[in-house]
Each structure stands twice: as C-alpha cells, then as structure tokens.
C-alpha cells in the first residue's frame, strides 16, 4: 500500500516537516509495510521556503536586510537544488511579526529589506525568483523594494522619498535607469492567494491597513497615496496596475512587482506543486493524508489542503486532512476532494502545548482513525 503524507505546517506550532513525520509515526503503528511517500507543502506563506528548498535539495542562506522599521534584521532565503532559482519570502525581511504591536503604523514601514533580498539573491546568480508576499507590516506599495534595486523615486525637488506609505503622496518622478539590470534576464513569480486591487474599498489600505496598526483616517491617506503613486507608475512606465487583481497583495508590493520586475502572480499552492513535483508522487497512491493548522471554509481559497486534493481526486485516491481546529463550516471542503477530517483533540490543542505532545497528539489520531478502517484500506 503506497500513502502520500503532504500536510502543510500547524502555523506557530508545528513546520510541515514535523507534521508529516508525526503522520508517518502513526501510519507505521498500523501498517508498518506501506509505502510512505512524505512531500512536506506549502502554500507560498509561512515555510514556503523551508518547504522548496527541502524537497529540491537546496540551501538556506541569510542576509542582514532593513527591517520594516529601518533597522537590521537578519533575513532567510533560500536556494533551490538547481542552483539558479531563490525563494524568498518578504515576511523574512518585511514583516509583521518583526514589527513590536505598539509600533506598527504603515505610514513609515518598509519594504526596502524586500528589494535587498530578491539583489542578495541576484548576486548568488539567481536568474528565477520565487516570491511569497504574505505577512507584510507595509503599505507602501513596493516602494522600499524598488528603491533597493536602484529606482529613484523623487519629489518636486529631486529628493528621494524616505521610507514608508506616507511618503508616496510626494512622488513626482521616477527614475528606473540605476534598476538593476540583471532583472531584465530574471524571472519573477509571485505566490500569492490574495485577488485585492491596489486601491478602493476592497484595496491594500481598507482592507489589510487596520492589522498593520492604520487608523481609518491613516487608510485614507495611505489608499490616496497608493492611488497617486499608481497614477505615477502609468506615466513613466506605461504600466497601469492598478485594478489588477493582486496588485493590493502586501500593501501594494503586488502592484510594483508587476510594474519593475514584470512578475507572473499566481497561487502559491500552484507553485509549490509544480515544483516538489506533487502529481507525480500522488499518481498511483492508495491514500492521501494532507492537513493545516486550521480547517475551516476558508482553506478552499490557495490552501495546501484543497491543492493536494484537488490532485488526489483527480485520480479517485481517497484524502483524509489532519487539523488542530475544525470550523463548523469546514463541510465545504469534502466539495474539493477531501474525504475525511480529523481533529487531533477536544479541546483544540493550544499553541502553549510542548511540541512533543503536539506531535503526540497527531500520532495517536491518526493511528486511530487508521486502525477503525483498517479492514476497508487493508482491501487497498
């Protein structure tokens, strides 16, 4: 019997590669003759890096970076096994888990640490970029990044801008010919589950600006910003990005990786299947074991789950998702080929639990689920 194991990580408490071992230990309880196929996922969030550059035998490198607030972090990426593709993501350097929750204001954080990953990246010889640009403490439309990679943005006077959203209202001319010209032979993907415009209502700042510490009168200023820095970005560039779907994506940086670096967005669940060559260890599998942290409705839109599933069903091979939470409208997601869902304990399992009773619990929930349908899957 051959079983495909390809959760995604239990976010905050466990990475993909600890769920998918702990899924194993449970299945060798019950039949320890199986074919373990175990292909740690994502979905271009949180791990995506860990995740690519495990299943391609790559490496993981660090870089000093400016922070959303100006100061040095130290930031990963990685190196995919074939030497020539980064991947990155702009949390590592641009995010909200970096930003203390009494400092978070969107009107001065960065994304400049962004743009020194994807030139750190350049300088290693990379020539494909792999972009995951959730988790940003920004909204200042990629601004940051760009200057990073040689773009000046300039006022009336010819000053450049200073960092962060609130400086976008004086941009008055751009000037793209210190971009590195690298990224001319460079090609970009992002991974992305967000479709938000760069403006409006359903925009970077209405929709995301609140979390990263905006009040209504700073979202205002910050979507009238965007709004005229997109109008900018029309003039110099000719490219209108407005109103494209995921331009919003990470306050904006969506929006400015089109126009400066001509990204491709895509799912990042797309991404990661294409390359841990997902489909190919499926077919011919007699069982899916998938699973996240949470499962609720709101899985069926990029997750790793429904993006294992869907290839699952694909070849009629039965899926069973492991989650800490279930929602009570998580019933949609057997719509999308998941056939079974399984809470690995009652009350949900608290992110303060150690990390062996973690692995503990995953264990033992599988190992029962298996061992009630041991008859049905011994016919497999």
Not at 247 to 260: C, E, I, Q, T, Y
Not at 270 to 285: F, P, Q, S, T, Y
């Amino acid at each position: 019997m051959k079983i495909v194991v390809a959760p995604d990580s239990f976010k905050g408490s466990l990475t993909a590669v600890e769920v998918a071992d702990a899924i194993e230990q449970g299945i060798r309880e019950i039949f320890p003759e199986a074919e373990i196929v175990k292909i740690p996922m994502a979905d271009g969030g949180d791990g995506t890096v860990q995740c690519l550059v495990t299943a391609t035998g790559g490496k993981i490198l660090k870089e000093k970076v400016t922070g959303p607030l100006g100061d040095e972090v130290l930031a990963s990426y990685g190196i995919l096994g074939d030497k020539k593709t980064a991947v990155i993501e702009m949390a590592e350097a641009s995010g909200l888990t970096l930003v203390p929750e009494n400092k978070r204001n969107p009107l001065i954080t960065t994304t400049y640490g962004t743009g020194q990953l994807i030139k750190a990246a350049l300088d290693q010889g990379c020539r494909k970029m792999i972009v995951g640009i959730g988790g940003s403490a920004t909204n200042d439309g990629g601004a940051g990044m760009v200057q990073a990679l040689g773009v000046k943005l300039l006022d009336k006077d010819e000053e450049e801008l200073g960092f962060g959203g609130g400086e976008l209202k004086k941009v008055f001319r751009i000037d793209t010919k210190y971009l590195d010209n690298r990224l001319s032979e460079t090609k970009v993907l992002v991974a992305s589950d967000v479709s938000n415009p760069l403006c409006g209502p359903k925009g970077a700042s209405w929709i995301y600006g609140p979390q990263k510490g905006a009040t209504p009168e700073v979202i205002e200023e910050l979507d009238e910003s965007l709004a005229h820095f997109a109008e900018i970005v029309k003039r110099d560039l000719n490219k209108d990005v407005k109103d494209i779907p995921g331009a919003g994506a990470a306050g904006g940086l969506g929006a400015s990786l089109m126009a400066f670096l001509d990204a491709e967005l895509r799912l990042g669940i797309d991404i990661v299947i294409e390359i841990v060559k997902l489909e190919r260890a499926i077919k011919g599998a007699d069982l899916v074991i998938t699973g996240e942290g949470k499962i609720d409705s709101q899985t069926i839109y990029g997750k790793a789950p429904i993006g294992v599933a869907k290839i699952a069903q694909k070849y009629n091979i039965p899926v069973i998702a492991v989650a800490a939470i279930i929602g009570d409208d998580a019933d949609i997601v057997h719509q999308y080929g998941i056939n079974t869902l399984i809470k690995i304990s009652e009350p949900p399992m608290s992110l303060a639990e150690p990390k062996s009773k973690k692995i503990g619990l995953i264990k033992r929930s599988v190992k029962q689920f298996l061992e009630r349908k041991k008859e049905t899957f011994h016919k497999l």
